[in-house]
């Protein structure tokens, strides 16, 4: 059973630096064509694709947010962490990572982890 | 503005169907990249109800089914539910972009 798990602090300043962290459990980073995103939602809006990091530590960034965002995995403790800089109010929103399932021409996330609301305000 | 486009709100009565399109572009859709279908409940992560164009996971009512043609995609609710009111949305994978790419969703009521 795939389980996967947001962490991090739910109010930052803007300008400040966001690192969120996902723990997850049922798969591992180290096997081919595992892969982990971060999708995002601001308050009442749409879902929004972040960052991927892949086995084989192959990244993808949103060429919206990519000057932005970082994201790193940590084999050993089953973690991916993203990190976003110089956040702004526009950027509070709820935080899911996601476990990628590729399909014969794309991918899907098929278990996702609860999220968590990350505020920006001074 | 997301990638891909979906009618902000679709309304039904119980029993009634309903159907959501997504409308992509030669990129992603059109591109023959797959689309997914997603049901978000109020206040929960979202959760696949369609993957890969028309497949249903394991535990999704035979109620829900979709399509895909050209450019575009649709996902068919019949027998409507109190239960079914949530936010849906699509997504595929974009060429230009290089990742994935969501619809703005769409919020059924059931009236």
């Known amino acids: 059973q795939i389980t996967l798990k947001e962490s991090g602090p739910t109010l930052v300043k803007p300008t400040q630096t966001l690192t969120l962290t996902c723990t997850f459990s049922?798969?591992?980073?180290?096997?081919?064509?595992?892969?982990v995103g971060w999708i995002r939602q601001p308050p009442g809006k749409a879902l929004e694709w972040l960052a991927f990091?892949?086995?084989?530590?192959?990244?993808r960034y949103s060429p919206s947010l990519k000057s932005r965002l970082t994201i790193t995995k940590d084999t050993s403790r089953n973690q991916v962490a993203l990190t976003m800089t110089n956040m702004d109010p526009m950027d509070t929103a709820t935080y899911y990572c996601?476990?990628?399932?590729?399909?014969?021409?794309?991918?899907?996330?098929?278990?996702w982890g609860l999220g968590t609301l990350v505020t920006v305000s001074s | 503005q997301s990638v891909l486009t979906q009618p902000p709100s679709v309304s039904g009565a119980p029993g009634q169907s309903v159907s959501i399109s997504c409308t992509g572009s030669?990129?992603?859709?059109?591109?023959?990249?797959?689309v997914h279908w997603y049901q978000q409940l109020p206040g929960t992560a979202p959760k696949v109800l369609i993957y890969?164009?028309?497949n249903r996971p394991s535990g999704v009512p035979d109620r829900f089914s979709a399509s895909k043609s050209g450019a575009s995609a649709s996902l068919a609710i019949t027998g409507l539910q109190a239960e079914d009111e949530a936010d849906y949305y699509c997504?595929?994978?974009?060429?230009?972009?290089?990742?994935?790419?969501f619809g703005g969703g769409t919020k059924l009521t059931v009236l």
């Open positions: 996601g476990h990628r399932r590729i399909t014969a021409a794309g991918f899907y996330f098929d278990y």
């Open positions: 990091i892949f086995w084989n530590d192959d990244v």
């Open positions: 890969a164009n028309t």
């Open positions: 997504q595929s994978f974009d060429t230009t972009l290089r990742g994935g790419v």
């Open positions: 030669s990129s992603n859709i059109g591109a023959g990249y797959d």
């Open positions: 049922g798969f591992s980073l180290r096997t081919s064509g595992e892969g």
